[in-house]
């Protein structure tokens, strides 16, 4: 089972900031937060991912509080091509290459 | 460079038909994952190898699939038979050594069995 819970939905006006937030309340000290998107009816593409730090790269930000408990992710001027489906993933570093995909957020980027 | 490969990227199919499904991983990588993707029950990984060797197959449904990769350039997922349940996009992905790294997906191959 995923171990992490993120909203539905989202909306988010075109050229803004995309805000999407992640719990993952049982994480544990060696696992990672990792973060990959959807766009319709492609195969998953690998964001960013953190363990205790915030992250950023030329995609996105990955905010992770103090306690690891939650995560946000940024993109900071949001686009249409942005609309996907974006799945929040806690990994154990050992955990054998399972990433185990929960029911995601659907961003929805609007003009 | 050339993503993840995968082929038939459609495929349709009779009840009761063998199926194959193909993957290419990128060059180099040494891990390469087998997903597929439902509406009822999302992303799951049915199997991955190292260095083609399978390592974890608990997530293959049952017997009447199999999963081969004589090489470090080719796979397989083969069902056989086929079901409609089994109507599903699968997905390849490779990663560059440990299975820990990044993942690179394929587009998919969407099957379909009346």
């Known amino acids: 089972d995923a171990k992490t819970t993120q909203p539905p939905s989202m909306d988010c006006a075109e050229g803004r900031a995309a805000n999407l937030p992640c719990n993952h309340s049982?994480?544990?000290?060696?696992?990672?937060v990792y973060w990959y998107r959807q766009i319709h009816s492609q195969g998953p593409q690998y964001i960013i991912h953190?363990?205790?730090n915030n992250e950023t790269n030329e995609m996105a930000s990955l905010i992770i509080t103090e306690d690891r408990k939650s995560s946000t992710l940024i993109l900071p001027h949001a686009t249409l091509r942005d609309t996907a489906v974006y799945y929040c993933?806690?990994?154990?570093?050992?955990?054998?290459?399972?990433?185990?995909f929960g029911q995601g957020t659907e961003l929805s980027v609007k003009p | 460079d050339a993503g993840v490969i995968q082929s038939p990227r459609h495929e349709v199919t009779e009840m009761g038909q063998e199926v194959t499904l193909r993957c290419k991983p990128i060059?180099?990588?040494?891990?390469l994952f087998w997903y597929r993707q439902t509406m009822m029950r999302g992303l799951e990984l049915l199997i991955y190898f190292n260095n083609n060797v399978p390592i974890d197959d608990s997530g293959m449904p049952e017997d009447r699939f199999s999963a081969k990769m004589p090489n470090a350039s080719f796979s397989t997922l083969k069902i056989q038979p086929s079901e409609p349940r089994d109507s599903a996009v699968y997905f390849c992905?490779?990663?560059?050594?440990?299975?820990?790294?990044?993942?690179?997906f394929g587009p998919g191959t969407r099957l379909t069995v009346l």
């Open positions: 953190g363990l205790k």
């Open positions: 060059s180099g990588h040494n891990s």
């Open positions: 049982t994480i544990s000290g060696n696992e990672y």
């Open positions: 993933i806690v990994r154990y570093y050992n955990q054998g290459g399972k990433l185990i």
């Open positions: 992905a490779s990663s560059l050594g440990l299975p820990t790294d990044t993942q690179y």
